[in-house]
């Protein structure tokens, strides 16, 4: 990593793990394969951040330590990129076996523990599928109604403004919300 810490994906220790490390490694992971609208690929610091908005609108009462974890819900990315979910399927148990590894890894170097609540990580995936249907309709070229049909449409929920980053402004938003929550 740029940090100098070299990390064991196999057996990832939470002492390897730097904030900095994931927010430029995420900033600079595009989301949707890169094939967004924009000057600028739609980063996965960007969908953690618009996450992180979701799950607060969703959840305005969560402690931080649940927020944080709304961030940080695609972190493992910083190292194993953004596959889509077809493809992450297709690869099979191993990679799943391995994303959960570095996920536990990450979350306990942040005070989170390694398995969330039940709850906690079904209301973390609702925002990150509203998530995907609003970045679906406003980046990724999608109609309504084929967003609604693949990822369904959240309901109650304004359509945030989304506006891509350029990666070092995503890296600057991802850590600034990090330092406010922890």
């Known amino acids: 990593m ?9 057996d990832p220790s939470p002492l390897d793990i730097e904030i900095e490390d994931i927010a430029h490694g995420l900033s600079r992971v ?3 394969n890169g094939q967004t609208t924009g000057a600028w690929p739609f980063s996965v610091a960007q969908h953690s ?3 992180l908005a979701v799950y607060d609108h969703l959840q305005p009462r969560s402690e931080q330590r649940w927020r944080l974890a709304a961030l940080l819900h695609d972190a493992a990315e910083y190292v194993v990129g953004d596959l889509i979910s077809p493809f ?4 099979g148990a191993d990679y799943k076996a391995l994303e959960q590894r570095l996920d536990h890894a990450i979350r306990l170097r942040f005070g989170i523990p390694a398995l969330l609540p039940a709850a906690i990580a079904r209301d973390i995936k609702r925002a990150d ?3 995907a249907y609003f970045e679906a309709i406003t980046v990724a070229g ?8 693949i ?3 959240p309901r109650h929920i304004v359509v945030p403004v989304i506006r891509q980053l350029s990666p070092s402004r995503a ?8 330092r406010i929550l922890s």
């Open 129 to 131: 599928r509203a998530s």
């Open 30 to 32: 595009a989301r949707w």
């Open 88 to 91: 992450k399927a297709a690869v």
């Open 171 to 178: 890296k600057r938003a991802f850590l600034e919300r990090f």
């Open 49 to 51: 951040l618009l996450v």
């Open 2 to 10: 740029l940090s100098g810490r070299r990390l064991d994906l196999l």
């Open 151 to 153: 990822f369904e449409r």
């Open 142 to 149: 999608f109609d309504v109604a084929e967003a609604g049909r």
